[in-house]
């Protein structure tokens, strides 16, 4: 397909590979061939899989030692799929013997690689990232596979992956520009909002949705949105809603490494600036994702001392208000590596927390918010 062709692994690379990984701290995570042994046949891969040379590169692994993280059966052949797809059926059948092959190989050793699957593509996502109503659409997908899991009565848990905002490889000032954080942080609250275990994005060097500019390395704008996301939003998700305008997303999290909660607020609207005031829901039970509503009731956020404690604000926007722009800036400073290629430090600025947040048209705004008395994050 693609007019690829055939490519080979040697074990003598494979080997060469697993020494810079364990150099890098990474954890790996294998794609195998889904389509060996199949036919194409009218856009469908039709056939069991033959996974002979999976069986042998898996066994090979383990006599080496090395350690995977987990393997994904295929890529983006679910659904319409990219080039072909393989029918559900036949897929979980592939599936069942991926985890055999998988079992049988590590029978003795713990723990197993994780077994990955299916991967999909939406098609239409770039030019719907600043629709509120398609991105609470999105959440029924979240909400459906988490009714799934909930009731499959097995361990599996939902990932995100190969996710870009876009398929064949993005689009060039879009999935690799300011406006594609808007989508992306999204994605995060989302995800986290359902209970997704990992996130993983598409790609950190390659194609037009990278994290990394491909020619000279330069961090895009959704490196540095991941970036605040890991440093500022702990695991502990908070139940939230925005009422006022549509154009307002909103997630809160107990803060990460630190005291409060952190709550990140994207104004979609390309000319309305919203002064917001922030409310806490009191609930019980409210403690990693698992949401009560009983003897709940709204209060206005109480803070220790109105007089003298700040809460810190990170303000993102687009080079001169351009969301195709591949330039931001935090708190009006543009983000650039400097010679040595470090990445600035990402500081906040410092607002009394009696003051409304102000969120610009078209911005992203981190607010942590140390002295939020919320049950469940202490």
């Excluded at 939406?122 to 629709?131: A, M």
């Excluded at 500019?213 to 895009?220: E, Q």
């Amino acid at each position: 397909m693609f007019g690829f062709t055939k490519g080979c692994l040697p074990m003598h690379r494979w080997d060469e590979l697993k020494k810079n990984f364990a150099n890098a701290g990474a954890k790996i995570i294998f794609g195998l061939n889904a389509l060996a042994g199949k036919s194409i046949q009218s856009g469908s891969a039709v056939g069991p899989w033959n996974y002979t040379n999976a069986e042998s590169f898996i066994r090979y692994t383990v006599s080496k030692n090395y350690t995977i993280s987990g393997g994904e059966l295929g890529n983006e052949l679910s659904g319409k799929g990219i080039g072909t797809s393989i029918s559900a059926d036949q897929y979980a059948s592939d599936l069942a013997a991926m985890r055999d092959i998988v079992y049988k190989a590590y029978e003795n050793i713990d723990p197993k690689p994780l077994i990955i699957a299916p991967g999909g593509v939406d098609e239409h996502l770039v030019e719907k990232i600043l629709n509120p109503l398609y991105l609470d659409g999105e959440a029924h997908t979240f909400a459906d596979l988490k009714n799934v899991l909930a009731n499959s009565g097995t361990s599996a848990t939902s990932w995100v992956g190969e996710s870009g905002g876009a398929y064949n490889s993005g689009r060039h000032l879009v999935s690799d520009a300011f406006v594609c954080s808007f989508w992306y942080l999204d994605q995060l609250g989302m995800s986290a909002t359902y209970d997704t275990k990992t996130y993983c994005r598409q790609s950190l060097i390659g194609g037009n949705y990278c994290l990394l500019n491909t020619t000279n390395f330069i961090p895009n704008p959704d490196y540095y949105s991941a970036l605040l996301w890991h440093r500022l939003m702990g695991r502990g998700v908070l139940s939230t809603t925005f009422t006022g305008t549509s154009k307002i997303r909103a997630y809160a999290h107990c803060a990460k490494q630190s005291k409060g909660i952190t709550i990140l607020l994207m104004n979609l609207d390309n000319s309305t600036a919203v002064e917001t005031e922030v409310t806490l829901r009191s609930t019980k039970n409210l403690w990693h994702r698992k949401i009560s509503d009983n003897n709940s009731k709204v209060m206005k956020l109480n803070f220790l001392n109105r007089t003298e404690t700040a809460r810190e604000e990170y303000h993102l926007t687009p080079h001169d208000g351009n969301i195709h722009s591949q330039i931001m800036f935090l708190n009006g400073n543009n983000l650039t590596v400097n010679s040595d290629g470090e990445i600035p430090s990402l500081q906040p600025i410092y607002v009394n927390s009696s003051n409304p947040i102000i969120v610009a048209p078209f911005s992203i705004v981190f607010i942590h918010i140390p002295d939020a008395g919320v049950a469940a994050c202490r």
